[in-house]
């Protein structure tokens, strides 16, 4: 007698089964059971939906990455409705672009009206990235309502298509059932922001628990309709903790629902002031040519810079922190950041070399002339039965406590990669380790994209997924595991001396720098403008990085 046992851990609820099967060896049994077993199989392959790229996320990057895998097929698991990510489902009703429109646009798909100098709404963002979609028809690849849950690595002998170890996915859909996928490559777009909110930690009847006023994170507020929000903060003694760009929209959302005699001020909590910009002009001068230029980075260390140009920048660290010096000086001129007590005490150059720096709304100041928004600086903070209670001794009543204090996007990669991998995901310092901000030498065939920030997200997120297209497609191969480390830590090493933010990750002072490296590995050519006068002094976008001749001559 011979005995079998199979086991199909990765099914569904309904299919998942041990089979032990016992016979003699007649002819007639052995063909019942040979069928038996290819059913078996056959209900595996239906049960597990297989391609060669898995796309994690509908957002900016999750797009780029459709588009430019497109030739595969990519299976795109988008866990809500709609594409667009934080745009869609993180924005409030005043929320616009921190950057011009040709700044923040597709290499092949420019914005109409791209030379407009204002700033587009949320809901502008959304009709061009749904337009960019549609043009090149992006959605047949997107499968919506699909959460992921669970990423698992399978063992290359339990592939039945291939011997290649191969990623299988568990998403929960619509109607709340598990869907196996499985994929050779997984691009993770599943983006730092959202989902996950980061709550403040409170001592023992210091929490929300003794507050009788009501409170909630800023995802929550995101979720509210226009006249929702309003009525929510109208004739309300509101709150806001933070001092970032969500915070300052939520307070001059608050102002403005709050208009007439019977309104409420708004106060935010600031813990730690950032510098603000009116606009892009500093002096009179375009800011792109303080930081966005070849020339204005040159003053910036970089990685693989070489030990004479480190000398220089050594050197030419004065001209840095005079360049920082006169935009300070024109901040404290232009708004009232003294007057309120906001004037930051970092230089300017460490909230820019952290992606932190905000663009204002038009309004913000003037409506705190108008004593409708308020500003208490404190190291902490906790509740008390009527508000807000801080470290000075001072209290401030309080029927709405909203909290603009980020998002953990580690903990929501942590949620579904599987240990070892999970542990991987950043160094002791905080850094999340990717080389080209794209690939963790230790977990294999993934990629992660927006995880690391720049100016400019979208177009060093399709940089990057044309980089990656490339060397999925065999046109270069990743160097050594030793080689990659060694140049994260020399990003990881330029961040940290660059600012005391450096576990934000942003490349914002060497982001030229970073997209020659990939164009380099790619093969293209670095210097792409057509006169050294405006390689020199002209800030780099999107349309600079437009698809080489040599691609296309490579296809003929």
Not at 211 to 216: A, C, D, L, T
Not at 341 to 362: T, V
């Amino acid at each position: 007698m011979w005995k079998f046992k199979y086991k199909y851990h990765h099914l569904p609820q309904p299919f998942k089964c041990t089979h032990h099967i016992s016979f003699s060896l007649t002819h007639a049994r052995t063909i019942y059971i040979y069928i038996y077993i290819q059913n078996i199989h056959t209900l595996l392959l239906m049960a597990v939906i297989f391609s060669k790229i898995g796309i994690l996320g509908g957002g900016i990057s999750g797009l780029a990455a459709a588009k430019q895998l497109a030739e595969y097929n990519p299976v795109v698991l988008e866990a809500t409705d709609s594409i667009g990510g934080v745009w869609k489902h993180c924005s409030f009703r005043t929320t616009k672009l921190q950057t011009p429109r040709c700044d923040y646009e597709f290499s092949d798909y420019p914005w109409p009206l791209r030379d407009n100098s204002s700033f587009p709404s949320y809901t502008e963002i959304l009709e061009y990235l749904n337009s960019y979609a549609t043009h090149f028809d992006l959605f047949k690849f997107i499968k919506f309502n699909s959460r992921v849950v669970e990423i698992k690595l399978a063992k290359s002998s339990s592939n039945l298509l291939s011997q290649k170890p191969f990623w299988e996915v568990a998403v929960q859909t619509i109607d709340a059932s598990i869907q196996w996928y499985s994929f050779e490559f997984i691009v993770v777009c599943m983006g730092k922001y959202g989902d996950i909110p980061i709550i403040p930690k409170f001592g023992k009847k210091k929490g929300p628990e003794v507050f009788k006023g009501k409170v909630m994170h800023s995802q929550e507020y995101s979720k509210l309709n226009a006249q929702e929000s309003c009525q929510l903060l109208k004739g309300k003694k509101v709150v806001v903790v933070g001092y970032k760009k969500s915070a300052i929209d939520l307070a001059v959302e608050c102002a403005q629902a709050n208009q007439g005699e019977e309104g409420k001020p708004c106060t935010m909590v600031v813990r730690t002031s950032h510098w603000i910009v009116p606009h892009y002009s500093i002096w009179g001068l375009p800011f792109y040519l303080f930081y966005s230029t070849r020339f204005s980075q040159f003053l910036h260390q970089r990685p693989n810079q070489g030990t004479l140009r480190t000398m220089l920048c050594t050197l030419l660290s004065p001209a840095r922190k005079a360049t920082s010096k006169m935009i300070e000086s024109y901040l404290l001129w232009k708004l009232p950041l003294v007057k309120y007590g906001l004037k930051p005490d970092h230089p300017f150059e460490e909230d820019y070399a952290s992606c932190q720096m905000a663009i204002l709304p038009e309004s913000f100041f003037p409506e705190a002339d108008k004593g409708r928004i308020n500003f208490k600086r404190a190291s902490s903070w906790w509740f008390w039965e009527d508000g807000v209670a801080f470290d000075d001794g001072t209290k401030i009543e309080a029927d709405l406590v909203i909290l603009a204090t980020g998002f953990d996007g580690k903990k929501k990669l942590r949620a579904v990669l599987p240990q070892p991998f999970s542990a991987f995901l950043e160094f002791p310092s905080g850094i999340m380790p990717l080389y080209r901000g794209t690939i963790n030498p230790y977990i294999p065939n993934m990629a992660f994209m927006g995880y690391v920030e720049s100016v400019s997200n979208l177009h060093t997120s399709e940089i990057r997924c044309k980089w990656l297209a490339r060397l999925i497609g065999g046109k270069f191969k990743l160097p050594s595991m030793e080689k990659m480390v060694e140049q994260i830590k020399t990003e990881a090493e330029i961040m940290k001396k660059t600012t005391r933010f450096y576990k934000r990750t942003c490349i914002s002072t060497f982001s030229i720098n970073h997209s020659d490296e990939i164009c380099e590995e790619m093969g293209w050519t670095s210097w792409r403008k057509k006169t050294w006068l405006a390689e020199a002094f002209s800030p780099y976008n999107s349309q600079d990085y437009q698809q080489q001749d040599d691609d296309d001559d490579e296809t003929n």
